[in-house]
C-alpha cells in the first residue's frame, strides 16, 4: 500500500480508531505489555506512531514517575484523538511527524513505545535503527508488532502491512544492538492471534 494511501486510511478512521481497538481487546494486551516493564522513573518517554495514544495510556495507567512524555504521529487525525485520550496528562507533547522527524537528538529517550508500527514501513529495519539511536544506552523499548496468522492476513488486506515471527523480531533487535530482549505473549482475543508484545534493553 503507498504511504499517501494509508494516510488517508487513517485521517478516515481515526474518530473511531480507539473505540474499535478497544472493542477489539488491544489495550488490554498493552496492559499486559506494560506490566512486563520495570517500573523505573523515566526522564523522556517517547511513544512513537501514537496512533490514538492506546499504547502509552496503557503506559500512564500504572501510576509511572516520567518529566516528558513525547507522543508522535504523522496523522494529524490521529493525534487529536491521542489529545482526547491523554491531554490530562502533565507534561506532554503532542508532535505531528514521521518517523526521524520528532525533533529529538540521539540518546535522549529512557523509554520508547511504539505499537503497529514498525510492520507499516517501508523499511522496518530502518525504524529499528532510529529507535536504537533514540535511546540512552540501558534505554527500554516496549514494542507490538503484527505476526503471522491467518488473521493477520485478512488484516493485512486492508492495511498492507508486514508481519514478523517472534524468532524474526529477536534477531532484528538483537541487529540494532538491544539486548535483554523478552517475548510478550499476549493471552486472549484478537490480539493473541495478531500480535506479539517485545520488551528489550538499548546496550
Known amino acids: 500500500m503507498s504511504e499517501s494511501a494509508l494516510d ?14 478497544s472493542r477489539l481487546g488491544y489495550p488490554d494486551a498493552y496492559d499486559r505489555l506494560c506490566a512486563a516493564l ?11 506512531g ?8 496503557a503506559w500512564a495507567s500504572r501510576d509511572v514517575s516520567y518529566e516528558r512524555l513525547i507522543l508522535l504521529d504523522k496523522s494529524p487525525e490521529m493525534l487529536d484523538q ?22 529529538l537528538s540521539s540518546a535522549s529517550v529512557d523509554l520508547l ?3 503497529h508500527v514498525i510492520e507499516h514501513l517501508e523499511e522496518p529495519q530502518a525504524g529499528l535503527k532510529w529507535f536504537a539511536q533514540l535511546l540512552r544506552p540501558g534505554g527500554l523499548i516496549a514494542l507490538s508488532v503484527s505476526k503471522p496468522h491467518w488473521c ?4 493485512r488486506w486492508r492495511w498492507g502491512h508486514k508481519s514478523f515471527s517472534p524468532d524474526t523480531m529477536r534477531s532484528m533487535l538483537e541487529d540494532h544492538g538491544f539486548t535483554d ?8 482475543g484478537p490480539p493473541s492471534r495478531t500480535s506479539c508484545g517485545y520488551i528489550a534493553r538499548r546496550a
Open 8 to 21: 488517508n486510511l487513517y485521517a478516515r478512521f481515526a474518530n473511531r480508531w480507539h473505540g474499535d481497538i
Open 38 to 48: 520495570p517500573k523505573t522513573p523515566a526522564q523522556t518517554v517517547l511513544d512513537a
Open 50 to 57: 501514537t496512533g490514538s495514544g492506546a499504547l502509552a495510556q
Open 82 to 103: 491521542a489529545r482526547v485520550t491523554l491531554g490530562h496528562l502533565p507534561n506532554t507533547e503532542f508532535k505531528c511527524g514521521p518517523l526521524g522527524n520528532a525533533g
Open 113 to 115: 513505545l511504539s505499537a
Open 152 to 155: 493477520t492476513a485478512l488484516v
Open 181 to 188: 530482549i523478552k517475548t510478550v505473549k499476549f493471552e486472549k
